[in-house]
């Protein structure tokens, strides 16, 4: 091969034998470091700016990746775990959820927001807990079809446009998926950790492997794995039986190398009281379920401790 | 373009959507039973798996991660047989890495949906059913538009009885009547599971919400498929579960849905 320098630019040659194949080289007379540096001021044109919240100290994520695993039930029972374990602390919880917004039901909330003098969405509060939700927003039947690029803005507002007040904690309820909700999230807010929720299965795992995958992309620390309907005991003979396969969640945590969070049974008092919309934490405190939570709760308390540190 | 779009969608009889708007319903579960009892019942089918972030279909029928050729109308879809009487094409087939995060915004995702639509050699199709993602977004909306050129039949809506999941699903329902889609009916997922030692039933995810769903929005209620263990391994393991357990309840419920969709498909 010839090599020929033509102005600034190096031209590879074929060889002899006659095979006409060009190979063009652009060689550039400035350092590559300092064009890559203008290559990634070019790309974060147009990203939004990553701000805090005022007043909020640290923000949890519930993600999934895979639908219907439960992280909406996770992220109301973990808002109000955290409450309990420690009642000094303040926690408020956002329904990011634009297209199936789960909190208003399972919180027993509804109704429009108000606005504060500053013009903001003063969040509507139940046991305890503001919420947030594009479920107080609009029409219970009202589908919200929106593309990515309005999902985007709706997400910018829910963000920025409500009145927090001062929180210790905010629970975000992450919609399904790994795209233009959770890409707006994580480049608009510091997100202090996520929390991943799977069920044992395999199908759900393998999603539930591409949201943590996602968050190691965005710089968002993955406080652990929630094993979600672990198992099922039947309450008449009280035989148990993995429905949805076993243990499967406990053993990514441990592949991926992320802490494993605790277990949530798949028990039929859960699913009552969140249709009823009182959690499990609040209606039955002492039971099994709500132990579970907790723990989980405290277990996320210590991972931010040492992931912050 | 106009004429390669109907040729590939061309000698496809039936196109069917499976809805539900909230997710982990067992959207996926349903497409490939219902596909896999049509194909028992000497249907040619086709399965497009339009939930990027997501694909289950591929691990669902234990289809490893083949090559995805290309012909001249375009991408050849993968067969599941050699018979060809089962073709699928996702996402899943075109990653390097299965366990790669498709971390996409909108319109990359239309962009996409739109190869998938037009540019997919299906061939010729008694039914295409259409596997989507959870919600009324990007993919729904490009998948619509893409397929407003050829016909689509409807869609069936799936979901668990429990109030969290119809409510969502009353916003899909909303969705179908305002883009013109027919609804085809309504299945009920995840309703109802009998314990294996005693038989008792318990309502874990409660029961009846589907079908009460159904007559309050003046939908068809196609059935129930019970919570069964037996399923979710077969599902797991890409196991053929219409030829593993063909008297389970779970079975017959899927093949009486399948029966009632092909009539009403049918009677157009």
Known sequence: MNRINLLGFTYLRASRKGLFTFYVQIKRSVDSKALQERQRQQMARGLPKQKPIPGVKQVIVVASGKGGVGKSTTAVNLALGLMANDMSKSVGLLDADVFGPSIPKLMNLKGNPELSDNNRMIPLTNYGVPCMSMGFLVDDVAPIVWRGLMVMSGIEKLLRQVDWGSLDYLVVDMPPGTGDVQLSITQNIPIAGAVIVSTPQDIALLDARRGAEMFKKVNVPVLGLVQNMSVFQCPKCNHETHIFGSDGARQLADTLGVTFLGDIPLHITIRETSDRGQPVVISSPNSPEAAAYRTVASAVVQRLQTVSS | ?268
């Not at chain 2, 000497?42 to 997501?54: A, M, P, S, W």
């Not at chain 2, 050699?121 to 538009?145: F, Y």
């Not at chain 2, 869609?155 to 699903?169: E, F, H, K, R, Y």
């Open chain 2, 1 to 268: 373009m106009e004429e390669i779009n109907d040729g590939n969608l061309g000698q496809v009889r039936h196109v069917v959507l499976v809805l539900s708007g909230k997710g982990g319903v067992g959207k996926s579960t349903i497409t490939t039973e219902l596909a896999l009892a049509l194909k028992h019942a000497g249907k040619k089918v086709g399965i497009l798996d339009v939930d990027l972030c997501g694909p289950s279909i591929p691990r669902m029928l234990s289809m490893g991660r083949p090559d995805v050729h290309q012909c001249d109308s375009g991408w050849v879809p993968v067969y599941t047989d050699t018979q060809k009487s089962l073709a699928l094409m996702s996402i899943g087939f075109l990653l390097e890495d299965p366990d790669e995060a498709v971390v996409w915004r909108g319109p990359k995702k239309t962009a996409l949906i739109g190869q998938f639509v037009s540019d997919v050699a299906w061939g010729e199709l008694d039914v295409l059913l259409v596997d989507t993602p959870p919600g009324t977004s990007d993919e729904h909306l490009a998948v619509l538009e893409n397929l407003k050129k050829h016909r689509v039949d409807g869609a069936i809506l799936v979901t668990t009885p429990q109030a969290v999941s119809t409510g969502d699903v009353r916003r899909e329902i909303t969705f179908c009547k305002k883009t013109g889609v027919r609804i085809l009916g309504i299945v009920e997922n995840m309703s109802g599971f009998v314990c294996p030692h005693c038989s008792e039933c318990s309502n874990v995810f409660s029961k009846g919400g589907g079908e009460e769903l159904a007559k309050m929005t003046g939908s068809v209620f196609l059935g129930c498929v019970p919570l069964d263990p037996l399923l979710s391994a077969s599902i797991e393991e890409g196991r053929d579960f219409t030829q593993s357990f063909p008297d389970s309840a779970t079975f017959s419920a899927i093949s009486s849905i399948s029966q009632t969709l092909l009539n009403s498909l049918q009677t157009d």
